[in-house]
């Protein structure tokens, strides 16, 4: 009989455990993300440029992430790509004006632009 004390008293502190855990969970409330400030990557390296003679552009780009569940905003620009010039030296068979005109072959060359006729 004695055992059978003992088996029923483990039996209901394990109930009332399990029952404690259980109400704990109903009364947790649901946590909020956490706030996430605006980030910005570093900038990449500048491409090749877009010509192989003359002035042509190059860019670099970078990410911007905004700010989610009340991070803050980013204070600076927020730009994500950058262009500048950049110069590969006169055209062969072009004046640095760009404005002569050569006939090869049956191709106009105009400036570094090439039309076949």
């Not at 010509?51 to 730009?79: I, L, N, S, W």
Request: proline share 5%; net charge positive.
């Amino acid at each position: 009989f004695q055992t059978m004390f003992n088996r029923v008293k483990i039996l209901k502190s394990f109930l009332f455990l399990v029952l404690g855990y259980l109400e704990a969970c109903k009364l947790r409330k649901p946590s909020k993300p956490a706030p996430v400030d605006c980030t910005r990557s570093l900038w990449s390296p500048w491409s090749a440029c877009s010509v192989t003679c003359g002035t042509g552009m190059q860019k670099h780009t970078r990410k911007v992430e905004q700010p989610k569940h009340g991070g803050k905003e980013c204070v600076e620009d927020h730009k994500t790509e950058e262009f500048r010039a950049c110069e590969k030296g006169d055209c062969p068979g072009i004046n640095t004006a760009g404005i002569s005109v050569i006939l090869v072959m049956g191709v106009f060359i105009i400036g570094c632009g090439v039309f076949l006729f």
